[in-house]
Each structure stands twice: as C-alpha cells, then as structure tokens.
C-alpha cells in the first residue's frame, strides 16, 4: 500500500494561519515513521488526512496511485475499514461489550466474507500476540488502561490493514505499560509487514521508527 500526500494546506477556521503549510509525504509498504512536535500543531490533523478522516483544503491525497477526490464517501469508507486500523489516545472500547466482541467490532461491516468468517480465529491469535487470550470474556471496566490499549490495538488489526495510524498511543499509559505498548507495535510490524504512522510527544517511542518527521510552523521536516 502506497499513500502520497502532496502539497498539502489546512487551516482551522479560527486560526490565522495555516496549521498544515505545503505538506508533502510518501507513506510505502512495510514502513514505520514517527510525526513528532509541540502540542496543536497539527499532528492528528495530518494523521486524519493521511488517513482519510479529514480532507485538506488543497492538495491530493492518493492511496496506491487513485486520488482520493475521485471516489465517493462509500468507497473511501471502504478503504479506511479494509486498509487502515486507527489507535488512539484514548481506546474507546464499548463499556457494554467484552474484550472479544469490542475487538471483532470493525469485521462487522466486512464485504469479504472470507475475512469475516475467520475474524474469531484471527482476533483470538491476536489477543495471544498482546498477552490478552485469557481477558476476552472481561469488559472494558475490569482491565487496566495498558489492557486496554493493548486491546485497541488488536481492534485495528482485526481486517488485517496494510497500515496501523497511531494518534499518541501511549499518551495515557504509565512508563512500564508505554514501553510495552511500544515494543508490541513495532512486533506487530514486523510479524505483519504492516506500515506504522505514529504520532507522539514520546521521544523513546519516536526513536524505535525508521524515520521520524518534526511538524513545525505547519511544516513538515525530516529530523
């Protein structure tokens, strides 16, 4: 999978100058890099657009060489769903639903049969990856934050997507959990030849990718 941002322009209506300044990034296979700088900068701006949740004000956004403005809302749904798993901050697993049926919730809306049938089987292998297989039955309320950062990571997985975007995943865990986080992210790219994009204050974090950009001013620089 290939994502090619060029010259890209945002502004915020309240704002009097552009939070996004002629941004261009290329985003290819198997890849991992960090977006790092000060908070309201832009960071998640820049991850939403990356990862088609916002649009820019000018500039192209393409995804494997098909400008994003030529397909409708359906059709780019239906690539964030089948191609990109998001992390956040914050997990927003369901308090009403276990660990397993939160983590399945993403296949429901799955046109490939084939990957529905088996999403049981996959999450369950992906629980034992992130040490979770004997929490499935918990809900969101019994498990530690780390838990269940470690349980939305899984969530994003569950399509098997070609690229993992990270808004300050370990942003709300404690050192120990954050670290772990971190080590599992970079696992899970290596075991899944999944792309990372992972935006973060954490300068040990931004350290384990291969690249790591700076936004500053609204621009784009490689550190």
């Known amino acids: 999978m290939k994502i090619v941002l060029e010259h890209i322009f945002r502004k915020y209506p309240t704002a009097s100058k552009n939070v996004l300044e002629d941004v261009s990034l290329t985003i290819g296979s198997n890849e991992t890099l960090a977006i790092t700088g000060p908070s309201g900068c ?93 929490k499935i039955r918990q809900y969101p309320g019994q498990l530690s934050v780390g838990e269940c950062q470690r349980a939305a990571l899984v969530r994003a997985l569950i399509n098997q997507p070609e690229l993992i975007l990270a808004d300050e995943p370990t942003g709300s865990l404690d050192q120990e959990s954050a670290e772990h986080v971190g080590i599992l992210l970079l696992s899970i790219h290596q075991m899944y030849k999944v792309s990372l994009v992972v935006v973060t204050h954490a300068p040990q974090l931004a350290s384990k990718m291969n690249t790591v950009y700076s936004l500053q001013n609204g621009h784009l620089i490689n550190s």
């Open 42 to 134: 832009g960071k998640s701006t820049l991850l939403n657009i990356i990862g088609t949740l916002d649009k820019p004000d000018s500039g192209t956004v393409s995804v494997n060489d098909q400008d994003i403005k030529s397909l409708n809302e359906a059709e780019t749904a239906a690539i964030r769903n089948k191609k990109i798993g998001f992390v956040f901050q914050l997990h927003h697993l369901l308090p009403q639903l276990n660990l397993l049926d939160n983590i399945l919730l993403p296949s429901l809306v799955l046109k490939d049969k084939s990957l529905n049938a088996t999403a049981v089987s996959r999450g369950m292998e992906l629980l034992q990856t992130v040490g979770l297989t004997d």
